[in-house]
């Protein structure tokens, strides 16, 4: 079975950026997703890209965030721009529709 690890998480000002990593063993020719958790609240789907790299974001991420894949490393990316304080979650890689989780990576916006 596919095994995901995520990374690339961390504290980060208001309006600065990062970049997440999923990195993922076995084959790749899948759907990949980021979900993100806040404290207290479900977790939510924020981007996905299938294998030939078309991509779907939620609203509050559009033009934010973008999603790429590099299909030579097995590796999904969430380049995250403009975060504010509402992005504040632990971030999940999933392959869709019912495949294996990641274990998450924090990201924290905070001043």
């Known amino acids: 079975q596919v095994q995901l690890v995520e990374s690339g998480g961390g504290l980060v000002q208001p309006g600065g950026s990062l970049r997440l990593s999923c990195a993922a063993s076995g084959s790749f020719r899948s759907i990949y997703a980021w979900y993100r958790q806040a404290p207290g609240k479900q977790r939510d789907l924020v981007a996905y890209i299938y294998s030939g790299g078309a991509t779907h974001y939620v609203d509050a991420v559009k033009g934010r965030f973008t999603i790429s894949r590099d299909n030579a490393k097995n590796t999904v990316y969430l380049q995250m721009n403009s975060l504010n304080v509402e992005d504040t979650a632990v971030y999940y890689c999933?392959?869709?529709?019912?495949?294996?989780w990641g274990q998450g990576t924090q990201v924290t916006v905070s001043s």
């Open positions: 999933h392959i869709l529709p019912s495949g294996p």
